[in-house]
């Protein structure tokens, strides 16, 4: 097989680990349709550039030189850096129409440079070392255009994670980090001249962002990270210390007439059996206080709520004691409890009516009333599990909800709803925030 024929079979396998990606997002958006939509346009155009890089490398598609070939992987940056910025702005629920709008002012940009209507010479400018003439300006255009939608698309989704008060919102759009930090890294080889063959970097950094806008609720960034780096140190670790010890034993047991290096290494194999656990026991330890993480223990929890509210028989202070001890072990800043009161409408349907357990003094709690039938009630009591203030923004779910009841759970500024039952009947809701 030729050269040219592996090149081009390499880089249709490559562009055919586009599809999964595609077909997903196509499947599964989690409440994210049209950043699904504009993300496939992405990871299509992606596939094509592999496509068509493919049948250049293999000799079946003529380019004049490898200059323009790279000109058109520059061209093609700007284009996907684009259809990035609009991703990222209809995943943080911006406004397209500003970058739409600019992407207009790049195209006039590239046909006045093309007609050269401001009359350009061959050299527009120069400091000595360096020099821009007429013929790189295209390329130039296209480069600033990248730099500037990148730079739009990771600002917008730092601004979001600097707005939200949502964990599971701010730890989704971590995510989009090194989705930044792998096009940056693919992309500056192009715009430096020499781009990976097939742009692999680039399929990669647009499964992770596939991965972040299909999965509601990926896992928490920082204990993935605490993890890797755990397991990282205490493999670094054990290997040292193998390594030591072997060295250490073939110095001083060498010189014996019954030296066996498969002895001596199954002594230390044996030993680094038994300090494994505590060595990643206190190498969890040190990430955690690095990564300044805390630990917490349910259980405790627990048995210090159950012993403070077990003889409580006023409600208020019932709300102080429980809202308190909750604030105090999980770290949150806020909490109410509702009690529930369930009725029947005038048309015989079930409702819940929530009312504020309060302080004096405390800021007022307007009583909401939700029906048996609403969305909120069917999470909190059929499916019998809490309600984050998160899905209520982002999950299709929640859509029927009013813009009154949602400002309502605004107000309290909660992230969490936890339903209350006895025997089977929803009696309270704690929200904590």
Not at 114 to 133: P, Y
Not at 152 to 179: C, D, E, G, I, K
Not at 261 to 275: H, M, N, R, T
Not at 367 to 384: A, M
């Amino acid at each position: 097989m030729s050269v040219e024929n592996l090149n081009l079979i390499l880089h249709l396998i490559l562009a055919a680990l586009y599809l999964p990606l595609l077909i997903n997002l196509i499947q599964r958006h989690a409440g994210q349709e049209t950043a699904a939509m504009l993300l496939s346009g992405y990871v299509l155009a992606g596939m094509f550039l592999a496509v068509a890089e493919g049948l250049w490398r293999g000799g079946r598609l003529y380019i004049a030189s490898q200059q323009i070939a790279n000109d058109f992987q520059i061209y093609g940056a700007l284009a996907l850096a684009f259809l990035l910025t609009l991703t990222v702005s209809s995943f943080t629920r911006r406004s397209l129409r500003v970058w739409l709008g600019i992407s207009v002012f790049w195209i006039l940009g590239f046909i006045a440079i093309a007609l050269n209507i401001f009359r350009f010479g061959e050299v527009i400018w120069t400091n000595g070392n360096f020099s821009l003439t007429f013929q790189r300006l295209l390329p130039a255009w296209a480069m600033l255009g990248w730099l500037v939608f990148i730079m739009a698309a990771l600002f917008s989704a730092r601004s979001a994670f600097a707005r939200s008060r949502q964990p599971l919102l701010r730890n989704r759009l971590n995510y989009w980090t090194p989705v930044f930090l792998l096009i940056a890294l693919n992309d500056a080889l192009i715009l430096g001249g020499i781009p990976l063959p097939g742009n692999p970097i680039r399929l990669a950094a647009a499964g992770l962002a596939t991965f972040i806008v299909i999965t509601h609720d990926p896992p928490d960034l920082v204990e993935v990270a605490r993890r890797v780096m755990t397991y990282i140190i205490t493999t670094l670790v054990i290997v040292v210390f193998y390594v030591a010890g072997f060295s250490a034993s073939q110095t001083v047991f060498k010189a014996l007439p019954s030296y066996s290096p498969l002895l001596v290494g199954a002594g230390i194999a044996l030993l680094l059996s038994f300090i494994f656990t505590p060595l990643l026991s206190l190498v969890r330890r040190w990430v955690n206080v690095w990564l300044n993480i805390r630990e917490f223990h349910p259980s405790r929890t627990l048995h210090a709520y159950s012993e403070q509210i077990s003889n409580i028989l006023d409600m208020q202070r019932l709300a102080n004691v429980a809202v308190g001890l909750i604030i105090e072990a999980m770290d949150i800043s806020r909490g109410f409890l509702f009690l529930v009161d369930s009725e029947l409408t005038s048309d015989a349907q079930k409702a819940y009516r929530l009312r504020a357990v309060r302080n004096q003094g405390e800021r007022q709690i307007k009583i909401i009333t939700l029906t048996s039938d609403h969305p909120v009630v069917k999470q909190l009591t059929q499916e019998g599990r809490p309600l984050l203030q998160y899905d209520l923004d982002l999950l299709p779910a929640f859509r029927s909800v009013s813009s009154a009841e949602r400002e309502w759970f605004n107000h309290l500024e909660a992230e969490v709803y936890l339903p209350i039952y006895s025997k089977r009947e929803w009696i309270g809701m704690l929200a904590l925030g």
